[in-house]
Protein backbone atom coordinates (compact mmCIF):
# COMPACT_ATOMS: atom_id res chain seq x y z
CA UNK A 1 0.00 0.00 0.00
CA UNK A 2 2.71 1.90 0.83
CA UNK A 3 4.37 1.90 -2.53
CA UNK A 4 1.27 2.76 -4.39
CA UNK A 5 1.03 5.92 -2.39
CA UNK A 6 4.56 6.89 -3.28
CA UNK A 7 4.21 6.11 -6.86
CA UNK A 8 0.93 7.78 -7.15
CA UNK A 9 2.96 11.06 -5.17
CA UNK A 10 6.03 10.63 -7.93
CA UNK A 11 3.49 10.92 -10.68
CA UNK A 12 2.01 13.68 -9.69
CA UNK A 13 4.93 15.82 -10.07
CA UNK A 14 5.35 18.44 -12.83
CA UNK A 15 8.75 17.62 -14.31
CA UNK A 16 10.70 20.39 -16.53
CA UNK A 17 13.85 19.57 -18.44
CA UNK A 18 15.35 23.38 -18.82
CA UNK A 19 17.50 22.13 -21.53
CA UNK A 20 17.75 19.59 -24.26
CA UNK A 21 18.24 15.66 -22.39
CA UNK A 22 21.75 14.30 -23.27
CA UNK A 23 21.79 11.96 -26.18
CA UNK A 24 23.01 8.52 -25.92
CA UNK A 25 24.10 6.31 -23.11
CA UNK A 26 25.26 9.10 -20.02
CA UNK A 27 26.18 8.65 -16.09
CA UNK A 28 23.66 10.90 -14.22
CA UNK A 29 25.14 12.23 -11.50
CA UNK A 30 22.95 13.90 -8.56
CA UNK A 31 22.75 14.95 -5.30
CA UNK A 32 21.14 12.31 -2.62
CA UNK A 33 18.83 15.09 -1.85
CA UNK A 34 17.77 15.02 -4.70
CA UNK A 35 16.62 11.37 -5.12
CA UNK A 36 12.89 11.56 -5.21
CA UNK A 37 12.64 14.01 -7.62
CA UNK A 38 15.22 12.65 -10.39
CA UNK A 39 13.34 9.28 -9.61
CA UNK A 40 10.47 11.22 -11.36
CA UNK A 41 12.29 12.81 -13.34
CA UNK A 42 14.10 10.04 -15.31
CA UNK A 43 11.15 6.82 -14.60
CA UNK A 44 10.33 4.70 -17.52
CA UNK A 45 13.66 5.80 -19.67
CA UNK A 46 15.77 2.02 -18.76
CA UNK A 47 18.32 3.45 -16.68
CA UNK A 48 20.37 1.62 -14.35
CA UNK A 49 20.81 2.55 -10.77
CA UNK A 50 22.68 1.10 -7.41
CA UNK A 51 20.34 1.26 -4.36
CA UNK A 52 21.52 0.14 -1.01
CA UNK A 53 20.79 -3.01 0.98
CA UNK A 54 19.13 -1.37 3.70
CA UNK A 55 15.87 -1.46 4.58
CA UNK A 56 15.16 2.03 3.35
CA UNK A 57 16.95 0.82 0.22
CA UNK A 58 14.15 -2.03 -0.25
CA UNK A 59 11.02 -0.02 -0.49
CA UNK A 60 13.12 2.73 -2.59
CA UNK A 61 14.27 -0.10 -4.79
CA UNK A 62 10.49 -1.56 -5.27
CA UNK A 63 9.43 1.80 -6.19
CA UNK A 64 12.26 2.28 -8.93
CA UNK A 65 11.55 -0.83 -10.19
CA UNK A 66 7.74 -0.08 -10.66
CA UNK A 67 9.01 3.09 -12.16
CA UNK A 68 11.08 1.05 -15.34
CA UNK A 69 14.66 1.64 -13.63
CA UNK A 70 16.52 -1.03 -14.10
CA UNK A 71 17.63 -1.72 -10.29
CA UNK A 72 20.88 -3.55 -8.53
CA UNK A 73 21.04 -3.63 -5.14
CA UNK A 74 24.54 -2.83 -3.23
CA UNK A 75 26.53 0.15 -2.31
CA UNK A 76 29.12 2.00 -4.31
CA UNK A 77 30.84 2.66 -0.89
CA UNK A 78 32.11 -1.06 -1.00
CA UNK A 79 34.26 -0.16 -3.75
CA UNK A 80 34.21 -1.04 -7.67
CA UNK A 81 32.40 -4.36 -7.25
CA UNK A 82 29.30 -3.14 -6.93
CA UNK A 83 29.11 -0.67 -9.80
CA UNK A 84 30.21 -3.24 -11.87
CA UNK A 85 26.70 -3.81 -12.92
CA UNK A 86 26.65 -0.24 -13.93
CA UNK A 87 29.24 -0.61 -16.12
CA UNK A 88 28.12 -3.31 -17.95
CA UNK A 89 24.59 -1.27 -18.35
CA UNK A 90 26.63 1.47 -19.89
CA UNK A 91 28.81 -0.55 -22.17
CA UNK A 92 25.26 -1.52 -23.19
CA UNK A 93 24.49 1.53 -24.40
CA UNK A 94 21.81 2.43 -21.48
CA UNK A 95 22.21 4.97 -18.82
CA UNK A 96 23.54 4.91 -15.29
CA UNK A 97 21.76 6.94 -12.33
CA UNK A 98 24.11 7.67 -9.44
CA UNK A 99 24.68 10.05 -6.40
CA UNK A 100 27.59 11.94 -6.23
CA UNK A 101 27.84 12.35 -2.93
CA UNK A 102 27.27 8.43 -2.49
CA UNK A 103 25.15 6.52 0.13
CA UNK A 104 26.25 7.93 3.38
CA UNK A 105 27.76 11.65 2.93
CA UNK A 106 28.74 14.24 3.53
CA UNK A 107 26.09 16.03 2.01
CA UNK A 108 26.85 17.53 -1.34
CA UNK A 109 30.48 16.45 -1.32
CA UNK A 110 30.89 14.49 -4.54
CA UNK A 111 32.88 11.31 -3.82
CA UNK A 112 35.14 9.76 -6.73
CA UNK A 113 32.58 7.33 -8.09
CA UNK A 114 30.36 8.54 -10.60
CA UNK A 115 33.21 10.50 -12.16
CA UNK A 116 35.31 6.98 -11.96
CA UNK A 117 32.53 5.20 -13.41
CA UNK A 118 32.63 7.91 -16.56
CA UNK A 119 35.81 7.93 -17.28
CA UNK A 120 35.90 3.98 -17.16
CA UNK A 121 32.99 3.60 -19.13
CA UNK A 122 34.53 6.36 -21.69
CA UNK A 123 30.70 8.13 -20.98
CA UNK A 124 29.93 11.74 -20.14
CA UNK A 125 28.90 12.03 -16.56
CA UNK A 126 26.22 15.11 -16.40
CA UNK A 127 25.23 16.44 -13.07
CA UNK A 128 21.79 17.10 -12.22
CA UNK A 129 20.72 19.90 -10.60
CA UNK A 130 17.00 20.48 -8.84
CA UNK A 131 14.78 23.55 -8.28
CA UNK A 132 11.48 22.81 -6.43
CA UNK A 133 8.08 24.89 -6.80
CA UNK A 134 6.74 23.46 -3.48
CA UNK A 135 9.05 20.98 -1.26
CA UNK A 136 9.38 19.62 2.25
CA UNK A 137 12.76 19.66 3.35
CA UNK A 138 13.33 16.11 5.53
CA UNK A 139 16.20 18.26 8.52
CA UNK A 140 16.64 14.90 10.47
CA UNK A 141 18.29 13.00 7.16
CA UNK A 142 21.47 13.27 6.33
CA UNK A 143 20.97 14.35 3.04
CA UNK A 144 18.44 16.85 4.14
CA UNK A 145 16.39 15.37 1.50
CA UNK A 146 13.93 16.95 -0.24
CA UNK A 147 10.19 15.70 -1.03
CA UNK A 148 8.07 17.65 -3.23
CA UNK A 149 4.34 18.22 -2.25
CA UNK A 150 1.85 16.63 -4.83
CA UNK A 151 1.21 18.09 -8.11
CA UNK A 152 4.61 20.46 -7.50
CA UNK A 153 6.44 21.66 -10.35
CA UNK A 154 9.99 20.57 -10.25
CA UNK A 155 12.30 21.48 -12.48
CA UNK A 156 15.60 19.60 -14.09
CA UNK A 157 19.11 21.17 -15.01
CA UNK A 158 21.85 19.20 -16.82
CA UNK A 159 25.58 20.56 -16.74
CA UNK A 160 27.53 17.73 -18.68
CA UNK A 161 30.82 17.63 -16.43
CA UNK A 162 33.37 14.93 -18.80
Known sequence: MLNLILKLLV?????????????????IGLWH???????????????AV???????????AKLSKSLGYDVFRGSGSRG??????????LGEGRSAG???????????VAKPGAEWLSRKAIKPLVEVSVKYSCAIRLK???????????????????NKRI
Open 140 to 158: KSWDKTFIPLPFSKISIFL
Open 33 to 47: QDLPACLAAFKYRNI
Open 50 to 60: LISKSDDGAKF
Open 98 to 108: MALDGPKGPAL
Open 80 to 89: QSEVRHLLKA
Open 11 to 27: LSWRVKFEGPLPEGSVV
